[in-house]
């Protein structure tokens, strides 16, 4: 089955999240004409097509009698169909496998280049229909968005949020930047009625911590809590988060507005428990002034970001090359699980390729992805990262990374692009305007993989069905396009809608958020690198144990990461039996 996104057809490249979008209209377009002109019948070539694409961009097998159901033929014209384009060598027969003398089926690979074609018309047709700007390539509309080019989104307005929602709703959040603006926000709008006690930040360790205290609860002590993205599954497994489909569909909220990969973060199994509030994503910052006056490449690679940190590393004037979380714990771990992915690769055996919706059913005995070759490459990185890093970088997390750079210490940092607009926007900062934006390198110049990570806004199950629609409407407005642009003017280059990604007054507001948009139509935005099982806290725990062991233990690196999968399904089976 397909495992990776179609290639690129021409100069306009096409996401496997778009192709679907467009299988689905055109399933809608020409299904009212064939039951509803008088005399009119299904094109049995169109609709197998159509079906047998979207069978395999859904990565879901189909054999012979499934996808003539699917077409809505007779079997037997069906059948004809089907028999000669596997003549024709359109369709490729794969063996069901197991001994079986059944086969699946899936398009075959010129096949499935034409029909690229024919969709890439269809997008820059409805591109150029709907107001794409003048002088614009098609690739700069993604298919299934709700926007339109130059489309200036209104100011927020407090009556927006008016009588809609109850002034007594509790929050707990995540204590960052962003959350900080959001918080102030909502309280000059909701003036009286929005008092900043009714939000409690905390760090992302004691977040994790207190929100299951909270989810586990009989009675409810907050409204909404955001959570991590890869905390998603765990949550959602244990019945904590109540189910938001019913609520969204009668709230203010078009998902088609938001990338499908970032909405995706928030659904479970086919159940949408989450609704993003912004994503940020894993980049590496660079001191613009410095390369240009050292007359340095911008680092693609492992190798180029390890030259460039020893070319800019001046440690006797205090002075680093590069600065990246390496704190026990956490931090660590999320930095390996980047790094593993910066080579194609993730912690457990899953296909890459980003979700509409998570589910593991697959997995229930996880193959874990630790104790590779690859992650030993991964800790060795680590390991020559620490020569040209500040001297205490083995205590350095999200924050510290950014104080260093932001201060003017270090010429490299990796870090988040929502802690990364501090660069620009804060009155301290000795580097705004000096700073090149850069994609995460890649192992051996492999693809880009950006890591995607963000909060996602819940509601605790054990909240009262009838005060959950009013709490979706709080949720809608923080949501909304027009509280995003606002954050995103105020330096926050959040805009997971495209939308605000469409506006022009956003866009000029931060080269960030024009280089994430870039990125997300070529596809390079990734949410697998960090996929929510519901086992992640404890894969998490045990490589922030392991891996700092290994980077500045002393500890031989296949040690600790055979350690780290032993400590991993341990506690896997322990939880089993209790």
């Not at 990776?4 to 377009?29: A, C, M, N, W």
């Not at 900043?196 to 929100?211: A, G, H, I, T, W």
């Amino acid at each position: 089955m397909l495992s990776k996104d179609p290639p690129q057809i021409g100069k306009s490249e096409i996401t496997g999240h778009e192709l679907s979008r467009i299988v689905d209209f055109l399933r809608k377009l020409r299904t009212p004409f064939d039951t509803g002109l008088p005399t009119a019948k299904p094109d049995v070539y169109w609709n197998i097509v159509l079906e047998l694409v979207d069978a395999q961009l859904r990565h879901k097998p189909i054999d012979k009698s499934g996808l003539i159901a699917l077409a809505g033929v007779p079997y037997s014209t069906g059948n004809r169909m089907v028999t000669r384009m596997i003549e024709d060598v359109l369709i490729r027969q794969v063996p069901r496998g197991g001994g079986l003398k059944t086969h699946f089926l899936e398009p075959s690979d010129n096949l499935l280049a034409a029909f690229m074609a024919y969709a890439t018309h269809v997008k820059q047709h409805l591109a150029k229909t709907f107001g794409l700007r003048r002088g614009s390539e098609a690739n700069e509309y993604y298919f299934g968005g709700s926007y339109f080019a130059s489309q200036i989104i209104s100011p927020i307005k407090s009556d927006d949020i008016d009588d809609q929602v109850p002034s007594d709703i509790q929050f707990l959040l995540n204590d960052d930047n962003y959350f900080t603006s959001m918080r102030n926000m909502w309280s000059d709008f909701r003036n009286d009625l929005g008092r900043k006690s009714s939000f409690e930040l905390q760090r992302l360790p004691d977040l994790y911590k207190n929100s299951r205290k909270v989810f586990a609860a009989s009675k409810p002590a907050y409204d909404v809590v955001s959570i991590n993205m890869p905390w998603l599954g765990e949550l959602a497994e244990k019945g904590y988060l109540a189910p938001l489909d019913d609520l969204v569909n009668d709230a203010a909220i078009n998902a088609l507005d938001f990338h499908p990969s970032v909405w995706g973060t928030g659904n479970w199994n086919g159940t949408q428990y989450g609704i993003p509030l912004y994503c940020t994503i894993e980049i590496l910052a660079a001191r613009r002034d410095l390369f240009e006056e050292k007359g340095l490449s911008y680092p693609k690679t492992f190798d180029e970001t390890i030259n460039a940190a020893r070319a800019l590393h001046d440690p006797a004037n205090e002075f680093y090359g590069i600065a990246w979380n390496g704190q026990r714990g956490m931090p660590i771990a999320n930095s390996f699980m980047f790094f593993l992915a910066a080579g194609q690769k993730t912690i457990i055996d899953m296909p890459l390729h980003n979700q509409e919706s998570w589910h593991f059913d697959e997995f229930e005995k996880l193959k874990l992805q630790i104790n590779t070759e690859d992650a030993v490459e991964v800790i060795e990185y680590m390991k020559q990262l620490v020569a040209y890093s500040p001297p205490d970088i083995a205590n350095v997390d999200w924050e510290k990374r950014i104080n260093y750079f932001m201060s003017g210490s270090v010429g490299l940092a990796y870090c988040w692009t929502m802690r990364a607009a501090r660069f620009e926007h804060e009155l301290s900062s000795r580097v705004a305007r000096r700073v090149a934006y850069l994609p995460p390198p890649s192992r051996r110049g492999q693809r880009i993989s950006a890591p995607i990570g963000g909060f996602l806004m819940t509601i605790p199950s054990n909240v009262a069905p009838s005060r959950r629609r009013q709490i979706m409407n709080a949720i809608a407005w923080m949501v909304s396009p027009e509280a995003m642009k606002a954050h995103v003017k105020n330096g926050f280059p959040v805009a997971p809608r495209f939308s605000v990604c469409a506006d022009p007054e956003a866009l000029a507001s931060s080269p960030i958020v024009s280089m994430v948009d870039r990125m997300a139509r070529r596809n390079e935005l990734v949410t697998w690198a960090r996929p929510p099982v519901p086992q992640f806290s404890i894969i998490e725990q045990s490589l922030g144990q392991e891996v700092h062991n290994a980077v500045f233990g002393g500890k031989p690196p296949q040690q600790a990461l055979r350690d780290a999968e032993n400590a991993i399904f341990a506690q896997m089976n322990h939880q089993v039996r209790t």
